[in-house]
C-alpha cells in the first residue's frame, strides 16, 4: 500500500507526521465522565448574573488587551500582585507560550529537553514535540507518586530547561508528595518548573508557599475543572520580571470579552457559589471512593481530584466499552497498555451521576 502523498507535506513539520491530533471522544453519551469538568450544579442566579454581565458588553470593541481586571481577581486570588499573572486561553495556551518563550535551540548539539512525569496531563509533550523539544519521560512510582531518585537521574543526564509536575496530577488524582518535590525543585535551581494546579481546588493543600521558598517556580492554574471549561481562561503565576518577558509571546487579544467579563464576575462576586459546588464534589469523591472501598476487582486511588483513578481486575478496554454501550462516557487507557492497560479515569459528577455509574460499573464486572 502507498501513502497518499500530503499537499505541501514537505513544508510541514516533521513532528507533525508523528502525532496524532488530540481529540476528545464525541457521540451521544447521557452521561459524560470523561473530561473532569464540573458537574452542572450552577445555580440560576449566577447565570443571570452572567447573562447581565454580557449584556453591557461593547460588541464592536476589542477585548482589553491587557485583561485588567480579570488580572486582578485572579491575582486576589492567588495572594500575588497583577503584575505576577498572565492570562491565557485554558492552560493549553499557557503550556504553548512557555514553550514558544524558552529557547530549544540545541547547546552543543545537545537537545534541548523538557520533562515530564508519566502518566500525566499529555498537552506538555504534544505541545513540547511541535515545537522541537525533546521529551523526557519519568515514571510515577508504584503510588503515582513523584520517583524522587528517577527525577534526580533525568535531572542530571538531560539538564532538563523545563519540568512540568501536575499537582494533583491527571490522570492519578493525587497530590505529589511536597518534600520530594521541594528537593527535587532545589536540586534543580537552573531549572523552571511549571507546577500545575489544574485541580487543586478539590485537594487538602496548595503548593504557592513555595514561591516564597524558590524562584524557579511558575503556577498553572485554570477555571476549566471548577465550572468553566466553557469560557477557556487559564493563568500562570510567577516573578513579575518573567512573566513580563512571556507575556511579549501572547497575542494582545488572546482571551475574549465575553471570557474576561465574566471569569472576573465570577470570581469578584461568586467564590461562595463556586467553593459549594466544589464542596459537593468532595462529599461525593468520599462517597464514591467508600462505595467501591469492598468491591472484590476494584482498587481506587485515594483522589486530591474531581475524579477517581480506577484499577479494574477485569481488561480496562472491556469495562469502557461497556459503560460506554449504557451511556456512561469515561476515560480508558487500555490503549496506552502496560500499568495503565486496567485504569480508568472517572470524573466525578452529579450525585444522580455517580449512583448511575456505580450501578453500571457493578453490572459491567
Ligand atoms: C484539564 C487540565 C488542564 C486544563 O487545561 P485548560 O486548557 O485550562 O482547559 C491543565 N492541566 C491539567 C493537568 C489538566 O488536567
Redesign the pocket.
Known sequence: MTTPEIPFGHWLRRELLEMTAYTPKMGDYPIRLD??EAPSLLPAEVKEAMVAEVSRLAWERYPDPTARRLRQALAKRMGAAPEEVLV??????L?ALLLTAFDASPVRAEPPTVLVMTP??V?YKMSAKLRGWQVGEVPLDRDWDLSERAVTIALDTLKPRLVFV?SP??PTGNLMDEGRLCNLVESAPDTLWVI?E??VDYAPRHQLALRQRFPNLLF?R????IGF?SL???WLTGPARLIRELDKVRQPYNLNSVGQCLAALVLERFEPELAAIVELVRSERSRITKALADWPGIEVTPSDANFLWIRSQTPGGEVFEQLGRRGILVRGFHERGGRLANQLRVTLGTPEQNDRFLQVLGECL
Open positions: 473530561a473532569n491565557g486561553v485554558g492552560s493549553d495556551e503550556i500525566t496531563f498537552m501536575a496530577n491527571n500545575d489544574a485541580y498553572l485554570t477555571l476549566s475543572k471549561a477557556r481562561v487559564g
